[in-house]
């Protein structure tokens, strides 16, 4: 189409709107997907959920594991095979039980160890005081293989046994195995799922049976990219990566690139309608909405960087691994995708294509209707959103306790099970093994404190090596219960007495207690300095004061809504038993740097439209350009993170449900009704202290000036 000849001609391109610079770009990448493709793929190989690689060096439980893992044939798994019959053990359950444990015995040597109540050491097999279960112990060398490995030849030896008589194989190496069962395949149904439904929410957007393509092919360059980046900082600075971690990458990168995509598409199809060179167009696109992106990733990058803060190793991992994949994501949907639109043209939006035109009309739409509504009823319209949100909050006050690792499946095998057996017939070996490693000479005066310590059954002297002589301790209650942790509190504080001993307690409960206790001493450190680092990253780009102080205050109330919400369905409708140690922390973290990402779109909008138009119908009109391009993305955030939802582990659920509620409550009602609400009710103030608070910044705004459409809703 042509354009008019009695209007202005257009700015010359420059030199980013020649012909050569997508070609060059797309070149550009082609060569990066030739180095980087290849590395993504092992990514898997140097991810690690081991406890001595996840707690902090400093950790007790952690110099035992360490120290365990040195030992020749590496860390023992530790496995409890339950045998029981509702009628009684009979003899010839007895023999059956005899017969594999000396098959295992020699199989898996030398350390099979069975403790009975009272006795220093047991027999190989301990019968329950009800006669209707038998135990014992199999620690299995790392020689033989990861528990993962052994699990499934254990119940296979025990197939061979009388009908009526049940096996249960747990222990902390079952329930490990188990995890990692989980854990197997997760990252290729993570991103196959992902995939899909982007794929779906696109289409749906846009309505085109071609554009949804290339932002996906775009956001997947930057998530092999991603996935190879951090590779290289695995090998290159030891950053410790766990399953969990990789999950999240990939819907960080999904999630994020998507609603960058999104929102330079809005522009872009705005920028065709008034420039007849697609190249220009989407100069003047990436001009407009480049800034509110970077903004928002330098947001979500800082955020994410704080957590290099954290003692636990791997929440600081997840802050170098989230930083590179923000960024690849921006780098890709800032040149890939752009320069890929720009080659297709225009007839990649058929059948809607924008046409180009000199009078451009504008229609309010729905949330040009909706940002009138909130105008003429500003504290209808805040005090409803506050109390909305206060409402949710409530949730709060259900059950937040730490989630038990047996309660972490939503269907629970048969290692969790087992130790609900074993808990029915052995209430006094409820708990799971500690282990206490002391220097040799000073063994017998530790196992003698251990053993008058409360909430201790046995105490077991072990083997000596490598200078250390090791005591295995059963408590009596079940494990990661308070109960228990107390136990082992009060065993740390009565072998770190004994003078000389060097006495050091770990094991798995030990393990999760550290975790725990380390990661609410991250929590009040990482948490401050997130808050510090948005807060000063929303006052630089606003350059103003009131207005990022409004923007936090509304992200922290909305997280509260969102975890209160969010409790009440996991107590209530899901039935979790409680909120696994690291979804606060998370989930902060995420609606923190992603809730604050809307309000930048939004009110980085409304400060341009400020210039032009003042303050209160710069924000009608940001919203109203804004409102559906970033209720899609907030919809397709919040989409990606729910595909965690999916999976089989109650953390994972809590993780993507928080977030992507989450999500949702900031892009729906924060952004949409409470932060325009807000910002009509402060007026030009909110700007403060830049220029755009004074009453003589802006024009006339039909009837009245400036200074009289920003007078406070209350003098009307």
Known sequence: MSVNAAQPRE????????????????????????????????????TTDKAADTLPASAESTKVAVHEDSLPGGEASTFVLVYHRAEGITDADRAAVERHYDTLAKRYPPKVAAPADGEDEGPALSPSADGKALMFTLDVSATYGGPETIVGPLRDVAKDRPAGLELDVTGPAAIEADMEAVFDGIDTQVLLTTII????????????????????????????????TVYLLVKGFGIVVNDQNSALLTI??????????????????????????????????????????????ATVVAGLLCLLVADLNSTRGLGPIGAAGILCALVAMLTLFPATLVLLGRRIFWPAIPRFSTAVA?????????????????????LGSVGILGALAIGLAGNTGALREQDQFVSAPESVTGFTVLRRHFPELGGQPMTILTRPAYQERVLDVVKGTPGVAQALPGETSGGWAD????????????AEYDTIKRVRTAVHAVSGAEAIVGGPSAEHLDTEVTTTRDEKLVIPLVLAVVLIILGLLLRAIVAPLILMATVIVSFAAAFGGSVFVFDTILGFEGIDYSVPLLAFLFLVALGVDYNIFLVSRAREETVRLG?????????SATGGVITSAGLVLAATFAVLATLPLVMLIEVGFLVAFGVLLDALLVRSVLVPALTLLIGRRIWWPSRLSRPAAGPPIGRHTLAEEEEPALQR
Do not use: Q
Not at 471 to 482: E, H, L, M, Q, R
């Open 11 to 46: 700015a010359p391109p420059g030199r980013l709107a020649g012909r050569w610079v997508p070609w060059l770009v797309i070149g550009l990448w082609l060569a990066l997907a030739a180095v980087m493709v290849p590395l993504s793929g092992k990514l898997s190989s140097v």
């Open 197 to 228: 439904v982007v794929t779906v929410l696109l289409i749906l957007t846009y309505r085109s049976p071609v554009l949804w393509f290339v932002p996906l092919v775009a956001v997947g360059a930057a998530a092999l990219t991603a996935m190879a």
């Open 252 to 297: 960080l990168v999904f999630g994020v690139g998507t609603d960058y995509a999104l929102l330079l598409i809005s522009r872009y199809r705005e920028a065709l309608h008034h420039h007849e060179n697609v190249r220009v167009a989407m100069v003047h696109a990436l001009r407009g909405a480049a800034p509110a992106i970077v903004a928002s990733a």
């Open 362 to 382: 504008e229609k309010p739409g729905l949330w040009g209707r909706l940002g009138t509504a909130i105008s003429r009823r500003r504290w209808l319209a805040t």
């Open 471 to 482: 005591i295995s301790v059963f408590p009596t209650d079940a494990p990661d219960t308070v």
């Open 615 to 623: 303050t209160g119908e710069g924000m009608r009109k940001a919203l």
